[in-house]
């Protein structure tokens, strides 16, 4: 997800059944130790990347004519940039000079969730990375991601992921160590 210049790929039917296919065939080919192994691996690949290439092609000529495509990208990068300061959609609007309801409204439409989704899911994913990765307290990382009650924080994220972020931490750090 790159901020500046990335591009998301809408799959229609046709190029699911034909990418789940393909990476079959990868997989399946990865797992029986065959003669000539790399060359299929690679040749599948090849076909895998020249499809994808092909379907980037086409959709980022078609995105760069649609300004609700950049707006959605500036609204993503803007969420990158200040997710730990600004946690209301309002906020990221000012910054875009344009209503709240109207970015709320092009952001749904474009990425088929409410403005607000993308916010916390750029939160959540911040805390439980901290939470696997950092010795902070809760408090701490509840600081540190722009909270200022801790157990609002607590609050949030069990909202979200239906853990505490104690639970969380405990349960990723078992999976993990």
Do not use: C
Request: glycine share 4%; no cysteine; hydrophobic share 40%.
């Amino acid at each position: 997800q790159n901020p500046h210049n990335g591009h998301e790929l809408n799959l229609g039917p046709e190029d699911v059944t034909f990418l789940d296919s393909t990476l079959n065939k990868i997989y399946a080919e990865f797992q029986t130790k065959n003669n000539w192994q790399q060359g299929m691996l690679m040749a599948y690949m090849h076909v895998l990347l020249i499809h994808l290439s092909r379907l980037y092609t086409t959709q980022f000529n078609i995105s760069e004519q649609a300004p609700d495509r950049v707006i959605l990208k500036k609204y993503l990068s803007k969420i990158e940039e200040s997710y730990t300061e600004l946690h209301e959609v309002a906020a990221y609007a000012d910054m875009l000079n344009i209503s709240a309801g109207h970015l709320s409204e092009l952001v749904k439409q474009q990425s088929g969730k409410p403005a607000i989704a993308h916010i916390h899911e750029r939160l959540i994913l911040e805390a439980k990375r901290l939470l696997l990765h950092s010795e902070q307290s809760i408090k701490e990382i509840a600081f540190e991601l722009g909270f200022e009650d801790a157990s609002y924080f607590n609050r949030f994220f069990k909202r979200i992921t239906t853990r505490t972020p104690v639970e969380y931490r405990t349960a990723i750090r078992e999976m993990y160590h």
